[in-house]
Structures are given as C-alpha cells and as structure tokens.
C-alpha cells in the first residue's frame, strides 16, 4: 500500500491540526491489518476491529503545544514496537471506534491508511518527552534512540 511517509514531528502536528480524528496503529502495516482484527493477548478473545490510540487533543490539553501531544502519543506506546516483534512500526490511520479493548485502548475500523511515521519522528519525540518536566506515567516507556 503506497502511503506517504512522515518525517517531522511537525509534519504529524499539522495532520493532527488538519484533521483531529486520526489515530495511531503500531503494527506491520495497512495490508498486513487489511483484514484483520485485534485480539486480546491474555484471553485470545477477537476484538470488533484493530486496536489504536487516538491523536485527537484533548480539551483538557489547553494551549500547550501540538507538537508535545504527538510527541507524547508516540512516546507512550513505543514499547509496542519491541514488544510486539520485528516488522512493527507506527502508522497514522483515520477509522471508525468500535469499541474498547482489554487496555481501554479505541478499537477501530480502518477507513484509510493515511502515512507511515518514520523513525526520525520517533527520535524527535524521545527528545521532546525528554525535555518536559513531570512523571510521565507508567506506561512501559524506555529510551529508543537519538
């Protein structure tokens, strides 16, 4: 599936500002999801779509900038990509929710593949995060790269 790839984590803000109700799939991709469902690691359970993290801010977020919202919601599930194995990567997605799923996490029915994010973005968040000030949560968060 021939989709853009974003290189700046500027370039994702301007999406998010462009068109809020995008989220975020760690997986191997579009055509690997295509027709696919999610399912519940610990039950095995098939969830009513795939599951995704929303790039939506939310109002609580104020006026703080766009670019640390992403940058968070790509910091905060990064695990997934050593967790869930080789091959996995980040992709910004517009879908329809369909539910929750075992973490609270959307799931939901991809509408479109929208563009792949690229590790550099991945990088530029890691700095970003690693400037705030604050406890971050305790999402399973380690240090990627530079």
């Given amino acids: 599936m021939g989709i853009p790839t974003l290189e700046t984590i500027d370039e994702l803000a301007d999406l998010v500002a462009e068109r809020p109700e995008l989220f975020i799939r760690w997986s191997r ?36 900038p ?7 919601r790509l910091h905060d599930y990064s695990h997934l990509e050593r967790q869930k194995g080789p091959g996995v990567r980040p992709w910004v997605l517009e879908g329809e929710e369909r539910g929750r799923g075992p973490d609270n996490e959307p799931v939901v029915y991809c509408r479109q593949a929208v563009a792949w994010i690229a590790d550099s973005v ?8 690693a400037a705030q000030e604050g406890n971050w949560g305790a999402l399973q968060r380690v240090e990627r790269r530079d």
């Fill in 122 to 129: 991945l990088a530029e968040a890691d700095r970003i995060v």
């Fill in 29 to 64: 991709g579009p055509e690997t999801d295509a027709s696919a469902s999610s399912k519940d690691d610990l039950t095995g359970a098939r969830l009513p779509g795939l599951s995704a993290n929303p790039l939506k801010v939310e109002e609580w977020w104020g006026r703080r």
């Fill in 66 to 72: 766009l670019r640390v919202w992403v940058a968070r």
